[in-house]
Every structure is written in structure tokens, then in C-alpha cells.
């Protein structure tokens, strides 16, 4: 799988017709992979599109979820762009979802997000990031058990925001679901980014092995 760099949506050409959840597919509005830098050393992950991106077909885009986690990002030096448009302009950060379609009525069972995950992994493979941001305790625990040593259900998103927690490769820093983040909330993610992220090398939390 080879990356194409000068776009941004869908950059490794996963496929965009896939069928492989008879639900998802028939209650989807299309197919929405990871978009954003595929040489980037930060990497968000989400549960699945939220609805505006669903229409956009990029994740993390569009009113409510998408432009608070555009606004927080944008402010980080990430996303060059206002947070309100369709496709942002962003650089070292890569968007994408446990799943990759979304069913308007329930969030994805546990077999759905099973069945997407090779999509993640090539991702995660492929750009091989220092900084992983689950967003949300589901992303959180799905992550905790590849990455790290921890049980999974050891694992509280109120209590990890805006930490860091060493992963086997890479570090994550978990933020809060959007819908459920204060303004406090979002200004501690911003400060522990700061402060104890981009503030020191990050690049010599791994090296550059494959995985």
C-alpha cells in the first residue's frame, strides 16, 4: 500500500465502496478513511464519523465535533485552516476512526470494529506516529489493547485527559469525546500538549522501528 501525499483525504487509497458490514453499508452515507498528513507524528483516533463527517467524508470535520477538535489542534499549530471547513489545511497530524462508516442510529458494535480494524492498523503502520490521541474511552481501550500493557478496562477517560501514558512504540495522550469536554476540559488538553509534549523531544519516546 503506497501513500499519495499530494492528497489529504484518503491518502493510502483504501477502498471506498467497502461492503464488509451489511448494516453499516446499508445506513451509511459513504465510505470516510483517515485524512491528513501521512508523514505525521501525531495521530487522532475517533470512534466513527460523526455525522457532519459523514457528509464531508473527512473525519473530525464539520460543526460540534469537528471544529472543537479542529479549534484545539488548529491552536496547537496543527491545522492551518479555520475549523469549519470541509477539508482542512493541516501538517505532522493525521485524522481517522475506529470505523469508517456510520450508522445514524447506534454506534458500531464491538464485531464492526473488529472488522475495520486492519484499516486502522495499516494506517497506524504506515505513518507510524510518536503521539497517538484516542478520543473517547472506547478509542482509549481499543488502543490499550495493542499498545499497551494495561488491561483495558484499567482505563478511565476522565481520569486519563490530558495525560500521557507510555504505549509499546509511541505514547498516547487521551482526550475527552468532544460532546462531553468543557472549556476547562479542552484548555488542559491544550496545556499538557504544551507543556509536556511539544515542549521536549517527543521523538525519542521510540524509535522509528516498524511495527
Same mark, same amino acid.
Given at each position: 500500500? +503506497? &501513500?499519495?501525499?499530494?492528497?489529504?483525504?484518503?491518502?493510502?487509497?483504501?477502498? $471506498? +465502496?467497502?461492503?464488509?458490514?451489511?448494516?453499516?453499508?446499508?445506513?451509511?452515507?459513504?465510505?470516510?478513511?483517515?485524512?491528513? +498528513?501521512?508523514?505525521?507524528?501525531?495521530?487522532?483516533?475517533?470512534?466513527?464519523?460523526? $455525522? $457532519?463527517? &459523514?457528509?464531508?467524508?473527512?473525519?473530525?470535520?464539520?460543526?460540534? @465535533?469537528?471544529?472543537?477538535?479542529?479549534?484545539?489542534?488548529?491552536?496547537?499549530?496543527?491545522?492551518?485552516?479555520?475549523?469549519?471547513?470541509?477539508?482542512?489545511?493541516?501538517?505532522?497530524?493525521?485524522? @481517522?476512526?475506529?470505523?469508517?462508516?456510520?450508522?445514524?442510529?447506534?454506534?458500531?458494535?464491538?464485531?464492526?470494529?473488529?472488522?475495520?480494524?486492519?484499516?486502522?492498523?495499516?494506517? !497506524?503502520?504506515? !505513518?507510524?506516529?510518536?503521539? !497517538?490521541?484516542?478520543?473517547?474511552?472506547?478509542?482509549?481501550?481499543?488502543?490499550?489493547?495493542?499498545?499497551? @500493557?494495561?488491561?483495558?478496562?484499567?482505563?478511565?477517560?476522565? $481520569?486519563?485527559? &490530558?495525560?500521557?501514558?507510555?504505549?509499546?512504540?509511541?505514547?498516547?495522550?487521551?482526550?475527552? *469525546?468532544?460532546?462531553?469536554? @468543557? +472549556?476547562?476540559?479542552?484548555? *488542559?488538553?491544550?496545556?499538557?500538549?504544551?507543556?509536556?509534549?511539544?515542549?521536549?523531544?517527543?521523538?525519542?519516546?521510540?524509535?522509528?522501528?516498524?511495527?
Amino acid at each position: 500500500m +503506497d &501513500a499519495n501525499q499530494d492528497i489529504l483525504r484518503n491518502p493510502f487509497g483504501m477502498d $471506498a +465502496d467497502c461492503e464488509n458490514c451489511a448494516e453499516l453499508c446499508a445506513a451509511r452515507e459513504q465510505v470516510v478513511h483517515g485524512y491528513g +498528513d501521512v508523514g505525521g507524528e501525531f495521530l487522532v483516533v475517533g470512534t466513527r464519523p460523526s $455525522a $457532519a463527517a &459523514a457528509t464531508n467524508g473527512v473525519p473530525f470535520t464539520g460543526a460540534g @465535533t469537528g471544529e472543537r477538535v479542529q479549534s484545539i489542534f488548529a491552536d496547537l499549530g496543527f491545522v492551518r485552516s479555520a475549523p469549519d471547513v470541509a477539508e482542512p489545511d493541516v501538517q505532522n497530524i493525521f485524522f @481517522t476512526n475506529l470505523t469508517r462508516c456510520r450508522h445514524p442510529e447506534r454506534e458500531p458494535t464491538a464485531q464492526e470494529v473488529d472488522t475495520c480494524e486492519p484499516f486502522l492498523n495499516a494506517e !497506524i503502520r504506515m !505513518i507510524n506516529p510518536q503521539i !497517538i490521541v484516542p478520543v473517547g474511552e472506547r478509542p482509549l481501550r481499543e488502543l490499550a489493547v495493542a499498545y499497551t @500493557t494495561r488491561r483495558p478496562d484499567s482505563f478511565d477517560i476522565n $481520569a486519563e485527559h &490530558a495525560t500521557t501514558i507510555r504505549g509499546r512504540g509511541f505514547e498516547l495522550v487521551p482526550m475527552k *469525546a468532544p460532546a462531553e469536554m @468543557t +472549556d476547562e476540559d479542552a484548555d *488542559a488538553f491544550r496545556d499538557h500538549m504544551r507543556e509536556n509534549v511539544l515542549s521536549r523531544d517527543y521523538r525519542q519516546t521510540k524509535g522509528r522501528q516498524s511495527r
